[in-house]
């Protein structure tokens, strides 16, 4: 994610099928509704799942008990009074018996809830939805829960940590909306399981009236007209974790080209602004091959940019769907948008495809986009990227200070600048003491070997090690566990400046 800091923008916070009319109704018809309340399990037994996963900095978010495969949500867009009903079905697996378990959501209004077709007992309980089966769900039982329920985009919402850009799922725009759901807002937009370790597959069926256009993350799968209506569908195959959920409605123009990797380009722009953010993001295919160089092959069948009509002070790397704001590229100059952009762009191979294992891990996904981001600025003559490097050691004893070494981030600020430069800073110290050989395969093999699933600092520091064919465990440990900056390879020069 890029987020904005004082005065200024702050880099860094995929089967084809086609609808019938029959798959449209279910898709807005609630489900069967059972009264808010408890019910017991009808066969006993099982224990309820845990609220959340025990992550150290936010111990509720995701669910124990359960183990997401899939999501299917179907939307449906009303422009009269500006909001959302829609159907959620969240296909998991059970990992204990389960004599109830929770959703996070704190979206707006339930109509309905089934859990494999049955009627299910249902209770909010601040963000979490709290769902009782008529029948208690045996381990390893693979079970569907269907939420109905109906959305005010505009509403308020307190997902998030402080210090955090975004405070709702929900981003209202001028002629619809589009999501944003870092690190822990996707829980209002949809119910599920929302923490970036429990990835899933995606299917997105998003219906709007005719003349405004719906895109979503990963492949599109089809189009249905149907009474001034479109339903457009898309898939994302690939695991993907709930805060980079991706779905956009309004009056855009959908831009595609072919990529390399055999992928497809598609960036999304206000029809209005087409043409002229159709060049700026033509960028868009230079800087994918150029990762590709970095980091390997791409990991997605898509990626673009949806420069959404909407006044906002950050950028977020959905995936496949990279978000920003339409206002970024006029406002400023192109050697500020670029390198955002390539921070994105670098986050579907770190932070997307492989995703953090816990909140701690964060550095791994910003301190790689913001190093690609100041190498892409150093290639295209923006900013050196030595002195960037050179200027966040120097500040490293006062970040430490401030927000604690950088793999130890706090709740209250986890996306800060010890995270994104400071972590950009281990790379490059990496870098500086194993040769740029051997860092560009440690990078290839850490964006290979966890592709689709998730990793810790503890699995980089081994691999990094394995790779370097040295035990660096000492040496990255100090860095991203001590409370003063450690002594830069190949800069003895270098110096911190003094705490206080």
Known sequence: MTADRPGRWRRGTGHAAVLVAAALVVAVTPASAAPPGHLPGANGGGTPGAAGIGDPLFPDEGNGGFDVMHYDLAMRYRPDDRTVTARATVSARATQSLSRFDLDFDGNTVTGLTVDGRAAGYRRDGDELVVTPARSLHRGHRFRVTVDYRADPAATHHCAPPNSPITSGWLPTSDGFVTAGQPSCARSVFPGSDHPSDKAGYTFRVTAPDGLTAVANGVPAGRHEHGGETTWTYQQRVPMATELVQVAVGHYTVQTAPGPDHTTIRNVVPTSMAGTLGNDLAVTGPQLAWMRQQAGSYPFATYGVLAAPANFRFALECQTLTLTSAGMFGALPQSYWSPVLAHELAHQWYGDSVAPARWADVWLNEGHASYYEASWADREGYASFVDRMHTAYTKGDTWRSQYGPIAQPSAA???????????????????????????T????????RYAGGTGSTRQFIALASSIAHRDLHGFLTAWLYGTHTPPMPGHPDWTTDPVG
């Open 413 to 439: 600020n986890l996306f800060n600048d010890n995270v994104y430069d400071g972590g950009a800073l281990v790379l490059y110290a990496l870098r500086e003491k194993v040769g740029a050989a051997r860092f």
């Open 441 to 448: 395969a440690i990078e290839r093999a850490w964006a290979a």
